[in-house]
């Protein structure tokens, strides 16, 4: 990701309740001791500024969010966004996403998965520093209950074919199911920060949705 600078953040305003760092999770894992009650969980893991988990933590407030992004610096931006709104559903985790999965997350424990933009890491010998490896994607297609719900979306047209592949070879989850292109509201109507950056750019925006079955 273009590292480009956050805006500054109210210094009265209080994370607490809002960013956690990877080492002040719960283990064994308690959705509870982040969110004050049990609800469907759904976890972004790289969420960057925070802008799908603020309108998604809003948009359903039935559920609960964990947003997880490795630069602390979004990390912390992504939870004032939610600590300024008080969206009490919803919590941000500075730390790595794949880690969580691996160590955390059990079996079944989660109603949706979503993966925006990740980074495409375009060079061949860098790939294996990508998110969406072959084993974060068996860690996926175990976190999550029947029925739950993984999203994927990309500009990358060779990322978005090269993890479908993987995801056919390791995992039962079914899909792809084509995702609807939204014409905009307004400028912020846009599901992330990178989508509306890569529809300004005029990109092409690969969307798809897996059902754990
Ligand atoms: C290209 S940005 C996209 C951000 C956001 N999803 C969006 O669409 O605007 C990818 C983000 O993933 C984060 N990231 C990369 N590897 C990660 C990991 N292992 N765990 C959590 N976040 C990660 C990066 O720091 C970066 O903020």
Redesign the pocket.
């Known amino acids: ?1 273009g590292r480009r600078a956050v805006p500054s953040i109210d210094p009265s305003l209080s994370l607490s309740r809002h960013l956690k760092m990877y080492d002040e999770l719960p283990e064994p894992w308690d959705p509870v001791a982040l969110f004050e009650r049990q609800a469907p969980l759904e976890v ?6 925070g ?2 988990l603020q309108n998604a933590a809003r948009a359903t407030p039935e559920h609960n969010f964990l947003g ?4 602390h610096k ?1 990390a912390r931006f992504a939870a004032s966004r939610l600590a300024k709104r008080q969206l009490a559903n919803a919590v941000m985790v500075s ?6 999965f691996r160590e955390l997350l059990p079996e079944g424990s989660l109603e949706a998965v979503h ?6 890491w375009w060079k061949k010998r860098h790939r294996k ?1 990508r ?1 969406l490896t072959p084993e974060f994607l068996i860690d996926v297609s175990r976190t999550l209950r029947v029925g739950g719900l993984f999203h994927f ?1 990309t500009d990358v047209e060779e990322y978005f074919l090269t993890t479908l592949d993987l995801l056919a070879e390791v995992s039962s989850l079914r899909g792809p199911e084509p995702v609807e292109e939204k014409s905009p509201e307004h400028d912020l109507d846009y ?7 890569k529809r300004k750019d005029g990109l092409p925006i690969y969307r798809s949705l897996f059902t754990r079955v």
């Open positions: 990701m972004e893991v790289g969420s960057g500024k802008l799908f997880i992004e490795v630069a979004y730390g790595d996403g794949l880690r969580l993966v925006y933009f990740p980074d495409p520093r998110v979306w599901l992330t920060h990178f989508e509306r950056r």
